[in-house]
């Protein structure tokens, strides 16, 4: 399974709040908010909390948002900044074919809601006439393929990736799909949050079958058949833990032998379908939710699958339809689920959903009038400086034999760093864009993804593209690329700044660069080799040392709670705290070779080292709703902002002479227990 790492799995955030305070240096601008940290705790106790605390108890989120701080005041300026750009475009009376024509008449058609609101879910009849003409579960199926913007369905999960253990070459992935709740869990728990999920789940189900013509009483029974229908296919899904396996989770069929074991679903059949003849073998990441579903499906009355298939069209298409059908799938996805107690602007969904269908078209607009040129130059440095750090780190490691090192070495230099936005742009020529057809708009976009993704099959891999939009507000890292990716919507402050003093970079940005690099060698992106093929590398006695150094991490995480004592899952998010622990360490090293690093010249009454630790909580100064924090705790391979804070702290040594960590204080370890690996 092609695995991608990424900084923060929700478009999360911290306070930009650039205030000007007098201090030792005062001709420098602070960077740095003080008036948000609560001095009355001790930082060997709770450093997040000691940074960020007054914040956190002032700061309320926004009715339209599932928390606020750092990565959501980030996403909420570049949304600003799209809306800029698309309501310029839209005004412009753009060349047709131009980018600004397609981008800015997308964005009208979704702003023009007299129009959508006035089609009521028009758009989809035609869809519903064929669903309703279905008879057997072959021609559900084919009705599935042959779906040229959303192929498979829901029933179907597939994506277009390089195939683990031949990353030159692009295969067709298939992964487990067919559930509407976030993960298997939620449809057994016994908790009351869970029961009321299902209560929900059944109730908004229902009322999109109402909003379509069927009766209270018919829709109620459809959507408690679908609940049943999904709650038993979901014991054939692995777990979010379990999928983190990418050995595991590797498995090339030959088309021929999956129609032989899996006949009901007649792959060959199924890929024709799609239009892919030329087909013959593909990788199915997850094989156990495939057999299933072809014993599945010829015993399920076919009543019940085309009341799923409707269900799944209007689900998925909510958003593109009239106010009733976007605001239902609102109350159930967004505010049930996370918590969000209201819908966001009108404008604000239409700039994402711009970003999604035409990012690069979007980007290149972005970047254009919002990425300098100069931040990329200063982000290259940052990136090579804790290249040299990591290079350093790993020759002088204790526990790693030379054989081992020297290909983690070639690794290392071999990485490829993508900064701010792709070299060359996606071509989206053969998406056709009126302004006066939204929903159309989106499924002549859908129609253009699949079809630059099914070409891609079997051919090389194109290392120079990217898998983000230049607005998005996150950064990967890619194991089959041997890359790492930083767009241009995340360089920006608090995270990077380029006119921030060296000890807020690195204490960001700096971490962020450190993160992704980690992640190329954390429990799976160690798996894979410099050329991001998936293969043991490492020597027996190397392999068991990085377990035993790793575990001591996932014990530490098992012991951390939020809420009502729910425990966090310490193997679960263990790539993520490898990637915390290791990005501060490499940012750490590589701001203490800068001048600001060297010298005991302090700003807003801080230390430079001070100000990195200050400047790397500042970057998680996050605060969310409950029941958004209690649907991470199950599907977020991150831990919450507290966690990424004190958690990688608790074992830096540096930290502790920072800021005077003592035995007896909750972060203080001992030196023999503290958790290092890289």
Known sequence: ????????????????????????????????????????????????????GTWVKKTKIPADQTGWGSFYQIYEDNQKKTRSILEEAAKADAKAGSVEQKVGDFYASGMDTATINKLGYEPVKAELAKIDALTDYKQVLTYLAADEGNRGGEFIGSYVGSDDRQSSINRLNFSQAGLSLPEKEYYTRTD??????????????????????VDPTSARTKAEAILEFETALAKSHKAPTDLRDPVANYNK???????????????????????????????????????????????????????RLVFDLLNHNANLLSKP???????????????????????????????GALGE????????????????????????????????RIEKLDWMAPETKAVALVKLDKFVKKIGYPDKWKDYSDVDIKRDDYYGNVQRA???????????????????????????????????????????????????????????????????????????????????????????????????????????????????????????????????????????????????????????????????????????????RIKVRDETERAGISTDPHSPAKFRVNGPLTNFEPFYKAFDVKPGQKLYKPEVDQARVW
């Open 1 to 52: 399974m092609n695995q991608v790492f990424a900084v923060a799995l929700l478009a999360l955030v911290v306070t930009a709040c650039q205030k000007k305070e007098k201090d030792e240096v005062p001709s420098r601008t602070s960077f740095f908010d003080k008036s948000g940290m609560d001095t009355t705790v001790l930082p060997g106790n709770d450093f997040f909390t000691y940074a960020n």
């Open 192 to 213: 009351e949050a869970s029961k009321k999920i299902r209560t929900a789940f059944v109730a908004y189900v229902a009322k999109l079958f109402t909003m379509v013509g």
């Open 253 to 307: 069929f030959a088309v021929a032998d999956l129609t032989k074991q899996m006949p009901n679903l007649n792959w060959r059949t199924l890929l024709n379908t799609m239009g892919l003849q030329r087909i013959d073998t593909v990788l199915v990441s997850q094989p156990g939710y495939y057999q299933a579903l072809d014993k599945t499906l010829p015993t399920t009355p076919i009543g019940l699958l085309k009341d």
């Open 325 to 355: 059908f976007e605001q239902a799938s609102f109350d159930f996805n967004s505010k049930t689920l996370y918590g969000q107690p209201q819908l966001a602007e009108r404008w604000k969904r239409m700039a994402s959903r711009t970003d």
């Open 361 to 392: 078209a979007l980007g290149q607009l972005w970047v254009k009038k919002y990425f300098p040129a100069e931040a990329k130059e200063r982000m290259l440095t940052l990136v090579d400086n804790l290249q040299k750090v990591y290079r350093e």
């Open 446 to 620: 859908r129609k253009h993804a699949y079809k630059e993704d099914f070409a891609k099959i079997n051919q090389p891999v194109d290392r120079a593209e990217w898998g983000m939009t230049p607005p998005t507000v996150n950064a990967y890292a890619n194991p089959t690329n041997n890359e790492v990716v930083f767009p241009a919507g995340i360089l920006q402050f608090p995270f990077f700044d380029k006119d921030a003093d060296d000890a807020i970079n690195y204490g960001g940005i700096g971490m962020v660069i450190g993160h992704e690099m980690t992640h190329l060698f954390d429990d799976q992106g160690r798996q894979y080799d410099a050329n991001g093929n998936l293969r043991d590398w490492w020597t027996k006695q190397d392999a068991e040392r990085f377990k035993t150094k790793v575990q001591t991490v996932v014990d530490q995480y098992n012991n951390y709670t939020v809420l009502d004592n729910l425990r966090l899952n310490g193997r679960l998010t263990l790539g993520e705290n490898l990637a915390d622990l290791g990005g501060i360490t490499l940012a750490y090293q590589a701001f203490k070779l800068t001048k600001q690093g060297k010298s005991t010249d302090k700003i807003d009454g801080f230390t430079p080292d001070q100000r990195f630790f200050l400047g790397f909580a500042q970057v998680w």
